[in-house]
């Protein structure tokens, strides 16, 4: 045998052997892992397909369809196809995405300024934030109409410069989490979370 080899080798199991023998901690992390519900799996390539196009945009605009996913409780897939301004516009399908509907705008309703990253909650809710003051938004028929819902205190983030970016989640424990953006003094850009524990009161 190469000397070489035979080092290589003595070097793996002086190494390898703390972890099977005493090392029972390190031993254990290896079962978790090994016993993981996780597992790999080979993602295969579809045809691509258009199922919303805007109308032709300007170079300002460039940036007006940016779609956002969401999967209702009954297994609907609804789409905020063109976010923010006061006409959001949405599609959605109701057998896994095969056939959309027509695109539809979102009414909103009084102290709701735009809708733009949609999350659920867990009564089946559509959510939002509308910006300017940070308020949460909420509509119960997959987007077509939305009512106010508590303003979000962000804490440090002061000022008219505060948004949101991500998508607004409820927690299994009924913890709301926002996203949230803005400057903590001028020239410094931050972001961060804004969490409710009590529906947002505060």
Request: with cysteine; glycine share 10%; proline share 7%.
């Amino acid at each position: 045998m190469r000397p070489h080899l035979l080092l290589m080798i003595f070097t793996v199991v002086f190494l390898v052997s703390p972890v099977l023998g005493e090392g029972d901690a390190d031993y254990e992390i290896f079962l978790r892992y090994a016993d993981s519900p996780v597992v790999e799996s080979d993602w295969k390539l579809t045809r691509a397909r258009v199922v919303y196009k805007g109308s032709p945009a300007t170079h300002e605009e460039r940036y007006r369809v940016i779609p956002c996913v969401a999967r209702m409780p009954d297994g609907t897939i609804v789409v905020a196809v063109e976010p923010g301004g006061h006409k959001p516009i949405f599609i959605r399908s109701s057998d896994g995405a095969r056939t959309w509907s027509r695109p539809y705008h979102g009414v909103l309703g009084e102290e709701v300024r735009t809708i733009s990253t949609i999350g659920v909650r867990r009564d089946g809710r559509l959510m939002a934030v509308s910006e300017k003051p940070l308020r949460l938004a909420y509509s119960e028929d997959q987007g077509r109409t939305w009512t106010s819902g508590k303003l979000i205190d962000t804490g440090p983030l002061k000022g008219s410069w505060v948004w949101t970016g991500g998508r607004p989640m409820e927690l299994e424990d009924g913890t709301l989490v926002i996203p949230v953006a803005g400057y903590l003094q001028p020239g410094w850009l931050s972001a961060g979370v804004a969490r409710s524990t009590d529906d947002g009161d505060n």
